[in-house]
């Protein structure tokens, strides 16, 4: 069983930055690729970005490539979303989310459906 809760969120202008941690309960975490997720107002959640267990590969999507870096401390049991140069279409509710796959090495995990834990979601409004 792993419980996740992220960081509060936050109003931030465009242009400005924001990080996100979210932090995790439970033996597994640090065995664990996880991911961020997110959804806007009237739209379906989707995949931000992913890291494997040990933190050596990240994903992310092609909107957010650049200005999102995704990272862990598996010491700390978190994961982090440091968020650059944000624009009014990233407001949205972020969530993390445990990928349901231990030990795995694959290039993403950008599949909603393959994550068995989730966090209770923070909102990011970005003000133009």
């Known amino acids: 069983q792993v419980q996740l809760v992220e960081s509060e969120g936050g109003l931030v202008q465009a242009g400005g930055s924001l990080r996100l941690s979210c932090a995790a309960s439970?033996?597994?975490?640090?065995?664990?690729?996880m991911g961020w997720f997110r959804q806007a107002p009237g739209k379906e959640r989707e995949f931000v970005a992913s890291?494997?267990?040990?933190?050596?590969?990240?994903y992310v999507t092609d909107s957010v490539k650049g200005r999102f870096t995704i990272s862990r401390d598996n010491a700390k049991n978190t994961v982090y979303l440091q968020m650059n140069n944000v624009k009014p279409e990233d407001t949205a509710v972020y969530y993390c989310?445990?990928?349901?796959?231990?030990?795995?090495?694959?290039?993403?995990?950008?599949?909603?459906?393959?994550?068995?834990?989730w966090g209770q979601g923070t909102q990011v409004i970005v003000s133009a």
């Open positions: 890291i494997n267990w040990r933190g050596g590969s990240t």
């Open positions: 439970g033996r597994t975490f640090s065995s664990r690729a």
């Open positions: 989310a445990a990928h349901r796959e231990l030990y795995s090495n694959r290039y993403s995990y950008s599949n909603a459906a393959e994550y068995d834990y």
